[in-house]
């Protein structure tokens, strides 16, 4: 079983920087495909980047502003938002796939 505690949001002016990050426990995720969500107000969940051995990619909505990295020898995820837009208001939650496990989420707010 993986617990994934996500920390570092908060709130930013718009066309502000934030880097939140994952750090995961119980089992090393260094062979998962790890992926970025987020969920903002009344809206689905949507997948905002992922890192996998195949590299990195990225919503078209968050190219060029997000960097998705992991630092394996602390078991974590991070991902470096810059440039946020109030659409950038959301849930952030960070996901490990196959097997899926979630993180509790944490909030970023862009005004």
């Known amino acids: 079983h993986v617990q994934l505690v996500e920390s570092g949001g908060g709130s930013v002016e718009v066309g502000g920087s934030l880097r939140l990050s994952c750090t995961a426990s119980?089992?090393?995720?260094?062979?998962?495909?790890l992926l970025w969500f987020r969920q903002a107000p009344g809206e689905g969940r949507e997948g905002v980047a992922r890192?996998?051995?195949?590299?990195?990619r990225y919503a078209d909505s968050v190219k060029g502003r997000f960097t998705i990295s992991q630092d394996n020898a602390k078991n974590t995820l991070y991902l470096q938002m810059n440039n946020l837009k109030p659409a950038g208001t959301a849930v952030y939650y960070c996901?490990?796939?196959?097997?899926?496990?979630w993180g509790q989420g944490t909030q970023v707010t862009v005004s």
């Open positions: 996901v490990t796939s196959a097997p899926s496990y």
């Open positions: 119980g089992r090393t995720v260094i062979n998962y495909c």
């Open positions: 890192i996998s051995g195949m590299g990195t």
